[in-house]
Nanobody, 122 residues
């Protein structure tokens, strides 16, 4: 059973940056991609970006395109999400998950990590 653990969240000022990490334990060979998602209080879970385990191709949602970069380290089975120019509306719990397809449609993904809180505030 693959387990995912997110880290790197915290409190950051508007305009700041964070790098989130998603460490996978166990084999991910049965999956196609790892994605990053977030969920703010009272809102639905939103897909942000994903990276293919197979060929490294990436996909970004419009909400983070141009200010975020997803990357992977195959040696450590870790996927990163670098986020820049953070805004208060980026405040949410950020999750990573394994998927069978490209894109960032949440129902296509699982298992999920427990999430890491990101708060953007001055």
């Amino acid at each position: 059973q693959v387990q995912l653990v997110e880290s790197g969240g915290g409190l950051v000022q508007p305009g700041g940056s964070l790098r989130l990490s998603c460490a996978a334990s166990g084999s991910t060979l049965d999956y196609y991609s790892i994605g990053w998602f977030r969920q703010a209080p009272g809102k639905e879970r939103e897909g942000l970006a994903c990276i293919s385990i197979v060929d490294g191709s990436t996909y970004y949602a419009d909400s983070v395109k141009g200010r975020s970069t997803i990357s992977r380290d195959n040696a450590t089975n870790t996927v990163y999400l670098q986020m820049n120019s953070l805004k208060p509306e980026d405040t949410a719990v950020y999750y990573c998950a394994l998927g069978m397809f490209g894109g960032v449609y949440p129902p296509d993904f699982g298992p999920w990590g427990l999430g890491t809180q990101v708060t953007v505030s001055s």
